[in-house]
Every structure is written in structure tokens, then in C-alpha cells.
């Protein structure tokens, strides 16, 4: 099999979810968005058949035909870069070229355990950075590895992250009818405040389980009232109704908050928000921690910004990406 021996640089968008976590679990929809900050991976053949990994300060390096319960690194590093071990591991094997080792540096952006879609978009930045060392560039077959990899970390994930990650764009998502594209009607400015509390989605599922079986009538009038709010939300987003949209986020936020997945934390940084010209805020993803997301108006964004840093909390303002996956 032929292969190139440059340097190749692929990078893939972090997500946000919009609208419907927890309440796409048992069959709801779900409005899900790439946005413009980014995982690039650094992909190079070396010669010397061993995989070295590097990503800030973590770092691996291990023979490529090493088994993987005889991998050997600093802690972090462990976390962080096993994954997309297995992720380079997995695509030697497919490509019957484990007599080549790969030298991969990953540059991130997203904050890691926030709920801002990190696993998912290393795993289809090193996909796309290996794909692309083979010469191979289909974005669906890249989606399709980097959802099986991504299992790796969560199980029983719904591949919607590495679906936003690979193609861009805002997606809506409806269990039983699968991906489909939004177009929004005009620019949205997001802020994204992260509590730096690192949440763990399968045990805030599991909690969330517990909740339904314990108090299922509530938890069918939440779920009710999560859809029709998801619907409301996306005829803003086409429309380009930025007020309808922010109070939707708040909507949707209090309607988690009564699932019992804020957090006080997360509570504190929504208020903020509001209190300082927000749209319309809410928690992002598992919570219990992790991110929370607020619509900013366009035009006054910066000085929004610059009141609400004033807080607690670590701050950034984003934008939708359509890109998605970029090839080096
Ligand atoms: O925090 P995240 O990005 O892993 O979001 C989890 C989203 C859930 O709806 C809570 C779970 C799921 O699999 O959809």
C-alpha cells in the first residue's frame, strides 16, 4: 500500500449541543452545532515502527505491535491519548500496515470533559489526518471510523458528535429519522462559559434513568414540553429570530435544571448571563458541570463579553463552523 510521507495537518470542529440532551436518549430530538474552535492533528510516517504521540505536555510512545495492556506513560497522558492510540492502531490494522509507525501532534483548543465535544473531534481529526497519509479523503467513511473509535470512550453514544464534528453545520437529529441540516437565516453569536467542573455523561445518564423510572409522569410532561420547545427553537434558528431562540435556550435550560442535572455552578454562570445581556442561556451537554452556552446579540457581543468576564467561570465567544473536518 502506498502511502505519503509528508507531513499532513487535519483539524475538526468542537460541538455544542443546542436543544434535547438527556431527552434524545429515550427518543426526543436533539439540535446539536459545530463551532469554531478546534482539535489539529499533525500526522508524519516514521520508519521506526513505533506510535509517538504528543499533546502538550502529555506524551506516548509505544511500538505500533504493542498490545495495549503493555502501553506505558505518564498518567495524563494515558487519558488523554489512549484513545486515539487506538484510534491510529485501528487504521494501521485496517490498511494491513502495521509495520509503519506514525508520529501524530495534536494541537486543542476545546476545553477536555466539558461537554464540548473533545473526544469526538480528536478522534475524527486523527481519522481524517490518517485517511488523508493514505490518500483517502471520503468524509462518510471518516465518519463512519471515527463513530466506532469514539464508542471506545463513550459507549452507546449516538454518533452525533462525530456526525457535527465531520460535516459541520447545525444539525437536528431525531432518533428515529437520523441527521438532518439546518440553515439558519442569519449570523448566531454564542458565548460558551465552562464551569471547570468535569462532569462524566454515563453516570449523569444513569442519574437521569433513575429520575424517569422514580417519577415517570414528570418526566413524560419534561419530555413533552422539551419537544415542543426543540421544534420552536429550530423554526427561530431558519427564521433567524434571535429572541424567540434565546428564550428557548432558558426554556430548555429549566426544564433540565427540573431533571436535576445543573449545577450550582452552572446556575451561577447562567445567571450572569442574563443579568448582563444574554438572549438566553443554558447548561450544555451531560451537566452536573461542564459548559454552559448563552446568545449573545451580534452586534454588541464584545462589551456582553467583557461584562459578563467579569465573573466567575472561563469565557469564550464562538461562532457556528460549517467546515467541519479540514484536510492538510
Ligand atoms: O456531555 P456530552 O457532550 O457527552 O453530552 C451528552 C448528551 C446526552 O444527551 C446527555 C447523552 C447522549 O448520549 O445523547
Redesign the pocket.
Known amino acids: 500500500m502506498n502511502y505519503r510521507t509528508n507531513k499532513v495537518v487535519s483539524s475538526a470542529p468542537a460541538k455544542v449541543?443546542l436543544f434535547g440532551?438527556?431527552f434524545?436518549?429515550y427518543s426526543n430530538p436533539a439540535i446539536v452545532a459545530a463551532i469554531n474552535k478546534r482539535i489539529s492533528v499533525q500526522a508524519q510516517v516514521n520508519d521506526k515502527s513505533r506510535i509517538n504521540i504528543k499533546s502538550g505536555e502529555n506524551s506516548l510512545s509505544v511500538p505500533v505491535i504493542s498490545k495495549e495492556e503493555l502501553i506505558t506513560a505518564n498518567d495524563n497522558s494515558l487519558l488523554f491519548l489512549h484513545p486515539i492510540f487506538k484510534c491510529v492502531k485501528h487504521i494501521l490494522s485496517e490498511k494491513d500496515l502495521l509495520s509503519v509507525g506514525i508520529n501524530l501532534d495534536i494541537d486543542s483548543q476545546i476545553p477536555y470533559g466539558e461537554?464540548l465535544?473533545s473526544s469526538a473531534a480528536s478522534c475524527v481529526s486523527t481519522v481524517a489526518a490518517l485517511y488523508s497519509l493514505f490518500s483517502n479523503r471520503d468524509r462518510n467513511l471518516i465518519y463512519e471510523t471515527a463513530r466506532i473509535m469514539e464508542q471506545n470512550i463513550?459507549t452507546n453514544?449516538?454518533g452525533i458528535?462525530c456526525y457535527v464534528s465531520t460535516f459541520g453545520g447545525i444539525v437536528n437529529f431525531e432518533p428515529n429519522k437520523g441527521f438532518s441540516n439546518i440553515r439558519p437565516k442569519k449570523k448566531f453569536t454564542l458565548l460558551v462559559g465552562t464551569t471547570g467542573v468535569k462532569?462524566s455523561?454515563g453516570e449523569?445518564?444513569s442519574e437521569v434513568r433513575q429520575f424517569r423510572q422514580r417519577n415517570s409522569s414528570i418526566f413524560k410532561d419534561l419530555s413533552i414540553k422539551a419537544h415542543v420547545v426543540c421544534k420552536r427553537a429550530m423554526n427561530s434558528i431558519y427564521e433567524g429570530n434571535e429572541m424567540e431562540l434565546g428564550n428557548m435556550l432558558t426554556e430548555n435550560h429549566k426544564l433540565l435544571s427540573r431533571l436535576g442535572v445543573s449545577h450550582p455552578k452552572i446556575e451561577k454562570l447562567i445567571e450572569n448571563c442574563l443579568d448582563n445581556g444574554a438572549l438566553g442561556a443554558k447548561l450544555t451537554?451531560?451537566g452536573k458541570g461542564?459548559a454552559i452556552i448563552a446568545l449573545i446579540p451580534n452586534d454588541i457581543s464584545k462589551e456582553i463579553l467583557t461584562r459578563i468576564s467579569r465573573g466567575s467561570g472561563k469565557w469564550m465567544l464562538v461562532e457556528f463552523d460549517y467546515d467541519g473536518v479540514v484536510f492538510g
Open positions: 449541543i440532551e438527556h434524545v436518549v461537554g465535544g463513550h453514544s449516538s458528535d462532569h455523561t449523569v445518564v451537554g451531560a461542564g
